[in-house]
């Protein structure tokens, strides 16, 4: 299963279509692992498959419960289909879950991102970096989902935060 974590940078460089044939191979070896559906939901959204992503994150969070990061992917694609509610419903479900558990920072600022609220996107993006939030380690620099914010000045500067070149 560790393979699966390779198949997101797949997806990332553009093997979308190798991404998710992996994903779906790790679904059929291992039903049980929520992983796969939130990596197969991005590959399908990478590559344009809106419906597609949504229901598969809709059955990752049906199986596997509300998992931070599945929300989080859910509620992406909603706001990129323009289910604008959908989205501001999760929004404020890990909003108000952060208040009583922790919910990385990440999360939260990349729904407020696809709503296109860039500011408030940011300042979440900023708590990621000041908390050593991995998935904003991992994700701000490479994936094509931020691309919109690197001319950002906020947003060079948090890279240069985490000793990442703009």
């Known amino acids: 299963m560790i393979q699966i974590a ?9 093997q979308h279509d190798r991404a998710i044939a992996q994903c779906r ?3 059929e070896l291992d039903s049980n692992f929520w992983f796969a559906y939130w990596v197969l939901a991005i590959a399908y959204a990478y590559k344009g498959l809106l419906d597609e ?3 598969t994150a809709e059955k990752g ?3 596997f419960g509300r998992y931070s990061c599945l929300l989080m992917c859910l509620g992406f694609q909603y706001a ?5 509610a959908e989205a501001r419903e999760l929004l404020e479900e890990l909003t108000t879950r952060n208040r009583v558990a922790y919910v990385p920072p990440f999360l939260i600022g990349t729904i407020h ?8 996107g940011l300042e979440w993006f900023a708590r990621a ?4 939030d991995l998935l904003a380690v991992y994700s701000l620099k490479s994936e094509a989902a931020y691309a919109p914010l690197r001319s950002h000045p906020a947003f060079q500067a948090l890279l ?4 990442l070149e703009p």
């Not at 990129?80 to 604008?84: D, E, N, T, V, Y």
């Open 61 to 63: 969070i049906k199986l």
């Open 80 to 84: 990129s289909a323009g289910r604008i």
């Open 113 to 120: 991102l696809a709503l296109g609220e860039i500011d408030q």
């Open 6 to 14: 390779g198949e997101l940078r797949f997806s990332e460089a553009g």
């Open 129 to 132: 970096v000041e908390q050593r």
């Open 160 to 163: 240069r935060k985490m000793n």
């Open 53 to 55: 992503a949504i229901a």
């Open 25 to 27: 191979l790790a679904i």
